[in-house]
């Protein structure tokens, strides 16, 4: 399994962004995809969800109405554009993906590289 996220950058607040998270090794349209966060200093948390035919979404409440999850199945690609971007949207981003391991019930989580979005005050 591989996921590998475009490069994120610099954004002013108020500013826009598109994040992409390419992924490998494993049939795409059949997974739920995520996106994940991790700020200095603070733990890892959860952005968004997208199902496997991007039909259902969910965000945590902090990017609702300003961030959207999306994804191209033909492509392997999922997205997150992030507008009205705000300082605190700062943090390294993670796209992830849970896949249950073959004739068990353990699940395995992937995560691509990170990327750093830095918004700018």
């Known amino acids: 399994v591989q996921l590998v996220e475009s490069e994120g950058g610099l954004v002013q607040t108020g500013g826009s962004t598109r994040l992409s998270c390419t992924a490998a090794g494993f049939t795409f349209s059949r997974f739920t995809m995520n996106w994940y966060r991790q700020a200095p200093g603070k733990e890892r948390e959860w952005v968004a969800t997208?199902?496997?035919?991007?039909?259902?979404?969910d965000y945590t409440d902090f990017v609702k109405g300003r961030f959207t999850i999306s994804r191209d199945n033909a492509k392997n690609t999922l997205y997150l554009q992030m507008d009205s971007a705000e300082p605190e949207d700062t943090a390294v981003y993670y796209c992830?993906?849970?896949?249950?391991?073959?004739?068990?019930?353990?699940?395995?989580?992937?995560w691509g590289q990170g990327t750093q979005v830095t918004v700018s005050s």
């Open positions: 992830n993906v849970r896949i249950v391991v073959s004739g068990t019930t353990k699940v395995d989580d992937y």
């Open positions: 997208i199902g496997r035919d991007g039909s259902n979404t």
